[in-house]
């Protein structure tokens, strides 16, 4: 169905969505007294109209207490969790469940307590954590790697390689030489899980495999293809066994979900 006061797509005729959108979206010759005051008022107050293109498509996305509680800290930090329900509209109960949540996976941080003027306790502080604001660490990453590249021979590349690869080995610590090979792979999958690739390993007819579903060099890697060489040498040293990568991560229909590499 299309509206024929602004041409957009409303959906099918006679779901609740459909409605709804009928009577709120092109006022007045839009309006729907079928439609009770308070559904209307209910269901606009839960959903955000975002539309993409205009004239074509409307999404409803729902606008939930942690979306709310996450913006409001992107603009002003930092806050008490009293501050962040009278300016969210959320009770106090389910701001400080949504600042557990939100502290447990790393995207808000509590930043230490302010003292009020007289008796009672300090009122904790909070803040959006430097992962979920961003920062500019690819951007100088990139302009590093670009810097050595001008500076340094192409045959010397392997030199930048085994230098980022010794850098790695101490974030992961020493070999287990006497351990078996399996255990030295469960080990090295867990310790690379700690460093964001949510790594694991699996029996394969060439040989172990070992899988990254996520690359943290995503931002930088299409530039810099070395950092593929840099993991396959990761791996290499610290199994003792050529480790060849066979798959790179494209999230394009059809492309790899994993980076691959076969061990032997």
Request: aromatic share 6%; hydrophobic share 40%; with cysteine.
């Amino acid at each position: 169905m299309v509206c024929a006061t602004c041409g957009r797509v409303l959906g099918s005729c006679g779901t609740l969505a459909f409605r709804l959108s009928f009577a709120t979206h092109c006022p007045p010759n839009g309006l729907d007294y079928s439609i009770p005051r308070y559904v209307v008022k209910r269901f606009t107050s839960k959903y955000i109209y975002k539309i993409s293109p205009p004239q074509y498509n409307t999404r409803m996305v729902p606008a939930t207490a942690r979306h709310r509680i996450l913006e409001y800290l992107r603009k002003d930090m930092p806050v008490s969790a009293a501050q962040i329900g009278r300016a969210t509209g959320i009770s106090a109960a389910s701001v400080r469940y949504h600042l557990r949540v939100l502290i447990a996976d790393g995207r808000i941080v509590a930043v230490g307590d302010t003292q009020h003027e007289g008796r009672g306790r300090p009122v904790k502080l909070y803040r959006a954590s430097e992962r979920l604001l961003g920062g500019n660490l690819a951007m100088l990453s990139d302009a590093l790697l670009e810097a050595w590249r001008e500076t340094v021979p192409a045959p010397s590349e392997e030199a930048l390689v085994k230098a980022l690869v010794r850098g790695l080995m101490k974030q992961i610590g020493a070999n287990e030489l006497r351990a078996p090979s399996a255990r030295r792979i469960a080990s090295l999958v867990s310790r690379l899980n700690a460093l964001h690739y949510q790594a694991n390993w699996e029996a394969g007819a060439q040989g172990p495999r070992i899988l990254f579903r996520h690359c943290p060099y995503a931002e930088i890697i299409q530039a810099h293809p070395e950092l593929c060489r840099m993991d396959a040498e990761l791996l290499s040293q610290r199994l003792g066994a050529r480790a060849t990568q066979v798959s790179k991560i494209d999230l394009r229909l059809g492309g790899s979900p994993h980076c691959i590499f076969v061990l032997g």
